[in-house]
C-alpha cells in the first residue's frame, strides 16, 4: 500500500489557474493572482461556480458550501481547496 499523497498549495493554485483559464479564455493568466478575485477576473456566477466544481473535480474533493462560505479572492479558494484536499488524505 503506499502512502497517501498530500498536495502542496503551488500545486492547487496551478489547478484553480487552468481551470480560471479553461472557463475563461479571454483571462490574462498573468492576471490570475491570489489577491484577486474572479469577479476582478470579469467572472460572473456561472464562472464561478464552474471553476469551483472544476478545480474540485480535478483535485478529486467534494466540499461543502459551508467551507466555501468565506472565500472572497483566488487566495481564499486555494486555501479552502488546499486545507479539504490535504484533510481527506
Known amino acids: 500500500m503506499t502512502a497517501p499523497v498530500t498536495m502542496r498549495r503551488e500545486q492547487v493554485f496551478t489547478v484553480v489557474r487552468d481551470t480560471i483559464a479553461a472557463v475563461r479564455p479571454d483571462v490574462d ?22 471553476v469551483v466544481a472544476g478545480a474540485m ?20 479558494l486555494i486555501d479552502a481547496l488546499w486545507d479539504g484536499a490535504n484533510a481527506s488524505r
Do not use: F, N, W
Not at 458550501?65 to 481564499?76: C, E, F, K, N, W
Open 29 to 50: 493568466p498573468a492576471e490570475i493572482r491570489e489577491d484577486r478575485s474572479m469577479t476582478d477576473l470579469g467572472c460572473d456566477s456561472l464562472d464561478r461556480l464552474d
Open 57 to 76: 473535480d480535478r483535485i478529486g474533493l467534494e466540499l461543502s458550501t459551508d467551507r466555501l462560505a468565506d472565500v472572497h479572492d483566488i487566495g481564499g
